[in-house]
């Protein structure tokens, strides 16, 4: 390793290549591979890339600022257009680097336990290590045309994952649906380079970063254009208002896959590439302006409908996409290194509860059986921190972090962000306080909500499956632990200047910003400034104060409702009214449940006129024009005329002198009428 130190390139090469590797080896010889074998490949190749990308921040902490670039080929070089297949890392590609192997490697050891009672478990090993490939090339790569590769290859991989159990229909459907939704967005991205590669003639990073001045300078007009087409990609990715309706079903593939795609990858991607052309959005007003606001509503949105879910694994698809909306949020006010603080807490404590659910439903497909769905619906289930305490125990801290309980990483984040927008202090800024706070309230309230219905008060499901729940194998409570001790200690990198002012992460960051920050005039609402006076100190403790009070108060509140059953059935007679055969839900309860009939929306008014669109260009185009005149119509045309020379050739000798002789007199008919004109 010491030696790989003086070739930093070939450790940096080795990140990503690993994975394809284990990629490889399952998808070519897993058939012939055990479970710990294919396994073991695996979860050995995602662990080798953690240790090289370990080895690569210490390499980067000793180098100090400079990044570190190795191109391997020429890929593209038509015209102007020039692209090496080449790898950067830097301060923000280090940090996403880390998160991926490490909680991709946490999630690979929890699989080999999950999946050791699937046929598919090579299939679904090479799957998991394509996916980790892809998201390395996508935050290694140092053009948006290489992220775009990484950006396409998570799209194939959530597809794959996601619809892995294909033979179920929904689960099928549900991929499909994360992939037309992904090819959306990616339209919107495609664009929004062309445009970027239209004016400024370059789509590398280093490229770009040279015309900062230029950039700084160019029209308005062009710049919001590009970075909204940009963001509508992100939109995609990252499961924001319009496009998130991909996400919550994104849960049909096996539960370690949710992990990984909520926490740790594809959904983080969005703000990857938002962070990474920071230099590009502080120029585009209405697009900064566009993002927050966008990823404000999201988060209420999304939090708003997880306070009513009864699957467990929804309750937290709704929580990733409201999170991911505090993280737009954060990278729309230009707290870019909040917004990636974010997602760097984020991916330990969302990777904790994704696990622990599935070691909640693991333990009870025993008895239930694969896919049966009171396996995760928390309304049957209760009192199973007796027979899972490490389960228990690990997920409650996750659910602390999440909740934004104080000491806990999720405080430290998000408190950073409402204080982001408390600071900024004009309309927009106490719109998205208002929204994030909003939000904030919610996402307590569904985490103790979570916590209670499962673990606590009586078991209220099928008696057989209690009777043999058990804990985990060690496989999957180990990576849960790790996890769980990453969901505390994790959100100490970035203090409040209030406490005492303790901020390695956003310094590791900073250069990361300085680019833009030097060519933003003075006035800017996106400039960083480092306050630490008295009226700043002051307003950070109002902040942290405000969403303190309320993250405690409403998330002990909503667990002293759910953790016993008399509650929870006082709470069911808000949600329903009536007895027996005429009980109804509640319109609010039912307008939550239903997601706000976003899917009914999009069926009848997108998807509904497109495929009658389409199965009227099917009838016109491919059976009319293509099928009947073009190819039927030729062959046609074809055979008729050939039947027609068959017919002149009969074989019969008077049938020709017969043809002859007339021919003869048409064609001295034609001379004498030629020769009478003359």
Known sequence: MLDLFKKPELLLWAVPLLPLVGFLINGLFGRRLNLAASGGVASASVIVSFLCAAGLFVY?????????????????????????????????????????????????????????????????????????????????GDSLVTLFLGWEGVGLCSYLLIGFWYKDRNNAIAGKKAFVANRIGDFGFMIGMFLIFWHFGTLSYTGLLSQAGAIAAADTTLLNAACICLFIGACGKSAQIPLYVWLPDAMAGPTPVSALIH?????????YMVARMNFVFVHAELAMDIVAIVGGVTALFAGS????????????????????????????????????????????????????????????????????????????????????????????????????????????????ILYTAFHRGDGLGWLIYGLGVAAAVCTAFYSARLMGLTFFGKWRGNEHAYAHADESPRSMTMPLMVLAVLAILAGWLITPAAWFHFTPFSDWLAPTWNVAQATLPAESHFRLHAEHDAAAITAEWINMLISSVIAIGVFVFAFLIYKTSANIEKVKKLAFTGEGDTQRMTPWYKLLLNKYYVDEIYEKFVIGPVRIASDVLFVVVDVIVIDLLLVNGSAMLVKASSDLGRRLQTGLVRHYLYAFAVGMVVLSALFLLIAGQK
Not at 112 to 137: P, Q, T
């Open 60 to 140: 980067h902490m000793k180098q100090g600022s400079a990044a570190i670039s190795s191109s391997a080929f020429t890929w593209m070089n038509t015209g102007g257009f020039h692209i090496n297949f080449a790898l950067l890392l830097d301060h923000l590609s280090c940090v996403y680097m880390l998160v991926i192997t490490g909680v991709g490697s946490l999630i690979h050891i929890y699989s080999v336990g999950y999946m050791s009672h699937d046929e598919g478990f090579a299939r679904y090993f090479a799957y998991l290590n394509l996916f980790v490939f892809s998201m390395l090339m996508l935050v290694l």
């Open 305 to 416: 409908i997880g306070l009513v879910q009864r699957d467990i694994k929804k309750v937290l698809a709704y929580s990733t996409v409201s999170q991911l909306g505090f993280m737009f949020m954060a990278a729309g006010l230009g707290a870019f290194h909040i917004a990636v603080f974010h997602v760097f807490t984020h991916a330990f404590f969302k990777a904790l509860l994704f696990l622990g659910s599935g070691s909640v439903i693991h333990a009870l497909e025993h008895s239930l059986g694969h896919g049966n769905p009171d396996s995760q619906d928390m309304w049957k289930m209760g009192g199973l921190k007796e027979k899972m305490p490490i389960t228990c125990y690990t997920m409650f801290i996750g659910s602390l972090a999440l909740a934004g309980i104080p000491v806990f990483a999720g405080f430290f984040s998000k408190d950073a």
């Open 263 to 271: 926490a740790a990858t594809m959904v983080t991607a969005g703000i």
